[in-house]
């Protein structure tokens, strides 16, 4: 069983910062890859960002030049520094963790995260 939680999300005005943090616990024997997705209201989940065991990451071309995604293997811990945040990016952020367990792959996901940007 893989819990994932979630942290850092809250109330900040446009152009300002948060830095999301998600931790992996568990019976984990390797994580693949972990991410963030998004979801606003009334609108289906996105991709935010991802970065593979390789370290190669993938972003939305909508925070490319804004948020920034790494991880810490050794503590099974992503972030997601987000910068000059705009209105639009108003979500629930949810990590996303691929992992291996028992010779399988799964996917496991957190709660969520709230994200409002506003003045």
């Known amino acids: 069983q893989v819990q994932v939680v979630e942290s850092g999300g809250g109330l900040v005005q446009p152009g300002g910062s948060l830095r999301l943090s998600c931790v992996a616990s568990?019976?984990?024997?390797?994580?693949?890859?972990m991410g963030w997705y998004r979801q606003a209201s009334g609108k289906e989940r996105e991709l935010v960002a991802r970065?593979?065991?390789?370290?190669?990451?993938n972003y939305a071309d909508s925070v490319k030049a804004r948020f920034t995604i790494s991880r810490d293997k050794n503590k099974n811990t992503v972030f997601l520094q987000m910068n000059s945040l705009k209105p639009e990016d108003t979500a629930v952020y949810y990590c996303?963790?691929?992992?291996?367990?028992?010779?399988?792959?799964?996917?496991?996901w957190g709660q969520g995260t709230q994200v409002t940007v506003s003045s």
């Open positions: 568990g019976n984990i024997f390797l994580i693949d890859a």
């Open positions: 970065i593979g065991s390789d370290s190669i990451t």
């Open positions: 996303n963790v691929k992992h291996f367990s028992g010779g399988r792959q799964y996917v496991a």
